[in-house]
């Protein structure tokens, strides 16, 4: 295998500068096997490039391909058929462009989601097609060091706010050395969520204000709010940042026993939703005497990561219970909103510290 660089974009008329790339690969040997590889890097995009080579490759791609034969070097406009061989559906294609960069070389532009290439790929693997890398080579054991730095470049395109990017930048970078300490062991729960949101579960009695309590902490309405217990059905999953943090409130049905089918459903989920979270924010009603309040439906609330807020400091507190807000008129919201980063990221690390972005598993 022969490894050159071409601007393939100038071919159909779309000038790139200087430097701007990609890798192509001829294949020479007439009998070699049919292989892919994906040319541009990883990552969102909007164009993604596909080369199919090897012995069959121009003939397994016309088997699929609607529009004129492409030729050397002159590229066409054309739909590719994505059904399975076997698939009795063969309306599915994709519009591509595609042009031969060799007798059994065919390079392909197409749409840049994952979805889309993934479709490509195994539309090619049916007839044999081997995804190999860039240079062809197998890919090396990795050290953690390296596993780590790959992890932060694959995630970094995907980093919700500057302050994720940045630590992803420094994991990159090599801010850690691959070691675990009670250190490294407490900042890997963050390492799961630079890119994956925090999941804070608002849940409590019905009426107790976790709607009003999700708009007011988002500053818009997104919920619907109404005196009439058992409003909220479904759960409504919002996505915001915190100091930099990506965190994913969701709104849950409110516990309470009821007879309406329809609204035992919503309760149902509202516990699975408590079980997946990083912390449940149990929103209590201090006009509601203790005695008849729902409790937590955690299977070891000692154990859970729980923070009881009370609401509707406007019309009644609590001394029980710390922390106090008042949906309707805000007060609280920010001493709130402290409480859960605090929980769900307590020792935030400095610029240039280590976060590990892989298992303690991976690392032996």
Same mark, same amino acid.
């Given at each position: 295998?022969?490894?050159?660089?071409?601007?393939?974009w100038?071919?159909?008329?779309?000038p790139?500068?200087?430097?701007q790339c990609?890798?192509?690969?001829?294949?020479?040997?007439? %009998?070699?096997?049919?292989?892919?590889?994906?040319?541009?890097?990883?990552?969102?995009?909007?164009?993604?490039v596909?080369?199919?080579?090897?012995? =069959?490759?121009?003939?397994?791609?016309?088997?699929?391909?609607?529009?004129?034969?492409?030729?050397?070097?002159?590229?066409?406009?054309g739909?590719?058929?994505?059904?399975?061989? %076997?698939?009795?559906?063969?309306?599915?294609?994709?519009?591509?462009?595609?042009?031969?960069?060799?007798?059994?070389?065919?390079?392909?532009?197409?749409?840049?989601?994952?979805?889309v290439?993934?479709?490509?790929?195994t539309?090619?693997?049916?007839?044999?097609?081997?995804?190999?890398?860039?240079?062809?080579?197998?890919?090396?054991?990795?050290?953690?060091?390296?596993?780590?730095?790959?992890?932060?470049?694959r995630?970094?395109?995907?980093?919700?706010?500057?302050?994720?990017?940045?630590?992803?930048?420094?994991?990159?970078?090599?801010?850690?050395?691959?070691?675990?300490?009670?250190?490294?062991?407490?900042?890997?729960?963050?390492?799961?969520?630079?890119?994956?949101?925090?999941?804070?579960v608002?849940?409590?009695?019905?009426?107790?204000?976790?709607?009003?309590?999700?708009?007011?902490?988002?500053?818009?309405?997104?919920?619907?709010?109404h005196?009439?217990?058992?409003?909220?059905?479904?759960?409504?999953?919002?996505?915001?940042?915190?100091?930099?943090?990506p965190?994913?409130?969701?709104?849950?049905a409110?516990?309470?026993?009821?007879? =309406?089918?329809?609204?035992?459903?919503?309760?149902?989920?509202?516990r699975?939703?408590?079980?997946?979270a990083?912390?449940?924010?149990?929103?209590?009603?201090?006009?509601?005497?203790?005695?008849?309040?729902?409790?937590?439906?955690?299977?070891?609330?000692?154990?859970?990561?729980?923070?009881?807020?009370? %609401?509707?400091?406007?019309?009644?507190?609590d001394?029980?219970?710390?922390?106090?807000?008042?949906?309707?008129?805000?007060?609280?919201?920010?001493?709130?909103?402290?409480?859960?980063?605090?929980?769900?990221?307590?020792?935030p690390?400095?610029?240039?510290?280590?976060?590990?972005?892989?298992? =303690?598993?991976q690392?032996?």
């Amino acid at each position: 295998m022969k490894v050159v660089m071409k601007n393939a974009w100038t071919a159909i008329g779309i000038p790139f500068s200087a430097g701007q790339c990609i890798l192509l690969c001829v294949i020479n040997n007439e %009998n070699s096997p049919l292989e892919m590889m994906r040319l541009t890097p990883a990552g969102r995009g909007a164009v993604a490039v596909i080369l199919l080579a090897g012995q =069959d490759a121009l003939r397994v791609f016309l088997k699929h391909w609607q529009g004129k034969t492409p030729v050397r070097q002159r590229p066409v406009f054309g739909r590719l058929q994505l059904s399975a061989l %076997n698939s009795e559906d063969k309306d599915l294609y994709e519009e591509a462009v595609a042009h031969l960069t060799q007798e059994n070389a065919v390079e392909l532009h197409v749409h840049g989601g994952e979805q889309v290439l993934t479709a490509v790929e195994t539309l090619f693997s049916q007839y044999g097609a081997v995804p190999v890398n860039r240079l062809n080579k197998p890919v090396p054991p990795l050290t953690p060091q390296a596993l780590q730095r790959e992890t932060a470049l694959r995630l970094l395109p995907f980093a919700p706010t500057e302050r994720t990017a940045q630590i992803l930048l420094d994991q990159y970078h090599g801010a850690w050395d691959g070691t675990w300490n009670p250190k490294t062991e407490e900042r890997a729960f963050l390492g799961k969520h630079l890119v994956e949101p925090f999941r804070a579960v608002l849940a409590g009695a019905s009426n107790a204000g976790k709607s009003s309590l999700l708009n007011a902490v988002l500053g818009f309405q997104r919920c619907l709010v109404h005196s009439e217990p058992g409003t909220t059905r479904d759960t409504v999953c919002v996505h915001t940042a915190i100091e930099g943090f990506p965190v994913a409130f969701v709104d849950t049905a409110g516990f309470r026993e009821t007879a =309406d089918d329809l609204e035992r459903l919503g309760i149902e989920r509202s516990r699975q939703s408590c079980r997946q979270a990083d912390l449940i924010v149990w929103v209590v009603d201090p006009t509601v005497p203790e005695s008849m309040r729902p409790v937590c439906p955690v299977s070891n609330p000692a154990e859970s990561n729980i923070l009881i807020c009370c %609401n509707k400091k406007d019309l009644a507190v609590d001394p029980k219970i710390d922390l106090a807000v008042s949906a309707l008129t805000g007060e609280g919201i920010e001493t709130l909103l402290n409480a859960v980063i605090r929980r769900l990221v307590p020792h935030p690390p400095s610029p240039g510290e280590a976060v590990p972005l892989i298992s =303690d598993e991976q690392c032996r």
